[in-house]
Each structure stands twice: as C-alpha cells, then as structure tokens.
Nanobody, 117 residues
Framework: QVQLVESGGGSVQPGGSLRLSCVVS???????????VNWYRQAPGNERELVAS???????NYADFVKGRFTISRDNVRNTVYLQMNNLKPEDTAVYYC????????WGQGTQVTVSS
C-alpha cells in the first residue's frame, strides 16, 4: 500500500523559508522515478490547488502565485520530493500535500505551513 508522508512545515514570519519533504513508500524505485509528482495546498475554506509539479525527466512547472519563490526537486533514490519555499507570504498559509500524477491512490496527512507576523 502506498503511503505519502509530508513533513517540514511550521510557522514562519513573512519573508521566511521552509523546505517541505514528501516521502513515498510502498512502491519500488523504478515506479516512483517514472512518475510525475505534484505538490498541492489547501487553505481553510478553499479547494485544494496545485502548487508545483515535477516530471520523471525533472521538468518543473509552477503555479503563477509561487513562481520565483518555490522550487520543486526530487531524489529518486530516496523516493522523495522536496519543495523549497522562499519569501513566504501570509497567503501561502495552508496544509501542503504531495501526490503522484496520476495519483498514487492515497493522500498523506499533509504538513501545515503558517506564515504570519
């Protein structure tokens, strides 16, 4: 059974940085390395939205609202995807999730990011 574990969230002031990690277990390395992986976020009262994606070729795409501030990367040996978040803004406050594209079939618990002064 596939499990996704997100971590690295926390509370920071505006302008701060965080690095999120998403570890995918229950699948073998070749399967993971051939999957695109996405980061999503969901703020209270809002729908889940796509933040960033990385393909199996490590091509990267970002939502306009994080371009230039967030960087997605992957480590196929560790079945892990990262999201480096710089210059955080209060509107980045949300629970952040990762999943495959297509989906790995389940969601993790997410990691809370709170940006406030």
């Amino acid at each position: 059974q596939v499990q996704l574990v997100e971590s690295g969230g926390g509370s920071v002031q505006p302008g701060g940085s965080l690095r999120l990690s998403c570890v995918v277990s229950g699948i073998d390395i070749p399967f993971f390395s051939h999957h695109s992986v996405n980061w999503y976020r969901q703020a209270p009262g809002n729908e889940r939205e796509l933040v960033a994606s990385i393909t199996k070729f490590s091509d990267k795409n970002y939502a306009d609202f994080v371009k230039g501030r967030f960087t997605i990367s992957r480590d196929n040996v560790r079945n892990t995807v990262y999201l480096q978040m710089n210059n955080l803004k209060p509107e980045d406050t949300a629970v952040y999730y990762c999943n495959g594209s297509p989906s790995f079939g389940s969601w993790g618990q997410g990691t809370q990011v709170t940006v406030s002064s």
